[in-house]
Antibody
Framework: QVQLVESGGGEVQPGRSLRLSCAASGVIFSDYAMHWVRQAPGKGLEWVAV????????YYADSVKGRFTVSRDNSKNMLYLQMNSLRGEDTALYYC?????????????WGQGTLVTVSS | AIQMTQSPASLSASVGDRVTITCRAS??????LAWYQQKPGKAPNLLIY???SLQTGVPSRFFGSGSDTDFTLTISSLQPEDFATYYCLQDNTYPYIFGQGTKLEIK
């Protein structure tokens, strides 16, 4: 059974940084692309970033490009999101999600999320 | 970036009804369209990918169709557990884009 557990959320001031983590279990982590998706309070879903199974390819939403960096450590079954220069509009519940399979890499299985609040 | 227009934003229906939700892409995305269901306080759940492929374990009353720019999600006979918010997602090109969501409520 796939399990994804996010951590690292919290309250942070605008302009500061935060690093989110996602621990994967029950899956051969290194076989799958991984995503970050966020949801502001009471709002819809926003795709944030994806990293390929081997970490060689990364893509970002325009809203976070240049500020956020996705990475992974396949030896530890861990996914990360380094968030710099945080803004109020980055306040959201951040989900990590595993690609469905090796061909269809869209988000297939989701964690329960970690909440990031950017406020002075 | 591709724009996704999802409609309606909200929908009231009764158990047993047939409902349809639509998503329109601002440019062609082949069949690279997925549908998710989200219940309050829960993570989204993938229902359909590749426009019409039913994810494992999803009831057959959920049906996806469409290609290029126009897509639909149909629920053939609403069950009480289907009242939730539904999102489309284009996964043809980066950045991936979600539709704005459709809240399906009990009439």
């Amino acid at each position: 059974q796939v399990q994804l557990v996010e951590s690292g959320g919290g309250e942070v001031q605008p302009g500061r940084s935060l690093r989110l983590s996602c621990a994967a279990s029950g899956v051969i982590f290194s076989d799958y692309a991984m995503h970050w998706v966020r949801q502001a309070p009471g709002k819809g879903l926003e795709w944030v970033a994806v990293i390929s199974y081997d970490g060689s390819k990364k893509y970002y939403a325009d809203s976070v490009k240049g500020r956020f960096t996705v990475s992974r450590d396949n030896s530890k079954n861990m996914l990360y999101l380094q968030m710099n220069s945080l803004r109020g509009e980055d306040t959201a519940l951040y989900y990590c999600a595993k690609g469905l399979d090796s061909i269809w890499i869209l988000p297939g299985y989701w964690g329960q999320g970690t909440l990031v609040t950017v406020s002075s | 970036a591709i724009q996704m227009t999802q409609s309606p934003a909200s929908l009231s229906a009764s158990v047993g009804d047939r409902v349809t939700i639509t998503c329109r892409a601002s440019q062609g995305i082949r069949n690279r369209l997925a549908w998710y269901q989200q219940k309050p306080g829960k993570a989204p759940n993938l229902l359909i990918y590749a426009a019409s492929s039913l994810q494992t374990g999803v009831p057959s009353r959920f049906f996806g169709s469409g290609s290029d720019t126009d897509f639909t999600l149909t629920i053939s006979s609403l069950q009480p557990e289907d009242f939730a918010t539904y999102y489309c997602l284009q996964d043809n090109t980066y950045p991936y884009i979600f539709g704005q969501g459709t809240k399906l409520e009990i009439k």
